[in-house]
């Protein structure tokens, strides 16, 4: 099937992006730590994929802008995070040096960055709506915390392991 992500709302230029035009942006490698709000981190996890922020610098922001909200291809699951957190993010293609797999929500998934909970990312991807205000999605209200932010000694502690290895 030809997948597609499409780009509107507070934009200059709304886009509609093939995958491999979407890897055409700026494809390069990133190793994330990954938390799951369910208690298990994987960490140093080798991705490859996109930043938001060039795909959201090719459709142009509008200055009322503030938040951006990830959209599942073909099912309600949806995050929303401010435009700073949704730069520090990626359009991830690849896991471990393969093909994004189904299950991990190939063929693109939107990659939250390691600060944030994995709840905040989004499998199957497939819409990116520019708003100018926050509108959770159905997992972001069920859990309660919009914000999603790993606590901070969860990440130093990460940190610390790796940089002792």
């Known amino acids: ?7 509107g ?3 200059e230029r709304e886009l ?3 995958v491999d ?3 055409d942006l700026g494809a390069r490698p990133i190793v994330s730590d990954f938390h799951c709000v ?3 981190s994987r960490p140093s996890a080798c991705w490859h994929g996109v930043p938001t922020g060039l795909v959201l610098d090719a459709a142009g922001l509008l200055p009322e802008a503030t938040h951006i909200r990830f959209e599942a291809f073909d099912s309600p699951y949806a995050a929303c995070v401010p435009i700073d957190q949704a730069r520090d993010g990626w359009f991830a293609l690849e ?3 393969a093909p994004l797999s189904d299950i991990h929500g190939g063929p693109v998934r939107w990659l939250q960055p390691e600060y944030l909970w994995g709840y905040k990312g989004v499998k199957w991807v497939g819409r990116v709506s520019v708003l100018d205000h926050l509108q959770a999605g159905p997992w972001e209200t069920t ?3 919009v914000e999603g932010l790993v606590p901070r000694g969860l990440i130093d502690r990460f940190a610390t392991i790796e940089e002792s290895e």
């Open 38 to 40: 369910w208690g298990w």
């Open 1 to 7: 099937e030809k997948w597609e992500i499409s780009v």
């Open 16 to 18: 509609t992006l093939e």
């Open 143 to 145: 859990v309660g915390d």
């Open 9 to 11: 709302g507070l934009v």
């Open 21 to 23: 035009q979407l890897s």
């Open 95 to 97: 896991l471990d040096g």
